[in-house]
């Protein structure tokens, strides 16, 4: 079993940046591809970005290319999101998901491990 706590959400203007953190724990993180995925109300939870276990491979929304980054430290069990020119359609509840082996462009189906989400909220 894997454990994953976000963190880092918060309140921030439009244009701003916002760093998110996934820390996992319990069983080995190896093998894991991460994801994030985000959910705003009345929505449906869809994807945002994913980073491969070993090679470091990426892949992002189209909505968010070009202003979000996805990074990991296997040796820290981290994974980071980091969210630059934040606009009112970012926000959503943000979740941290343990992948297992690479997808491109995952669904919620893929996931089998999920963190409770951090809240990001952006004003215009």
């Known amino acids: 079993q894997v454990q994953l706590v976000e963190s880092g959400g918060g309140l921030v203007q439009a244009g701003g940046s916002l760093r998110l953190s996934c820390a996992a724990s319990?069983?080995?993180?190896?093998?894991?591809?991460m994801s994030w995925f985000r959910q705003a109300p009345g929505k449906e939870r869809e994807f945002v970005a994913v980073i491969s276990w070993d090679d470091g491979r990426t892949y992002y929304a189209d909505s968010v290319k070009g202003r979000f980054t996805i990074s990991r430290d296997n040796a820290k069990n981290l994974v980071w999101l980091q969210m630059n020119n934040l606009q009112s359609e970012d926000t959503a509840a943000y979740y941290c998901a343990g992948l297992p082996g690479w997808h491109l462009a995952p669904t919620v189906n893929d996931a089998i491990y999920w963190g409770q989400g951090t809240q990001v909220t952006v004003s215009s």
């Open positions: 319990g069983r080995t993180f190896s093998g894991y591809a």
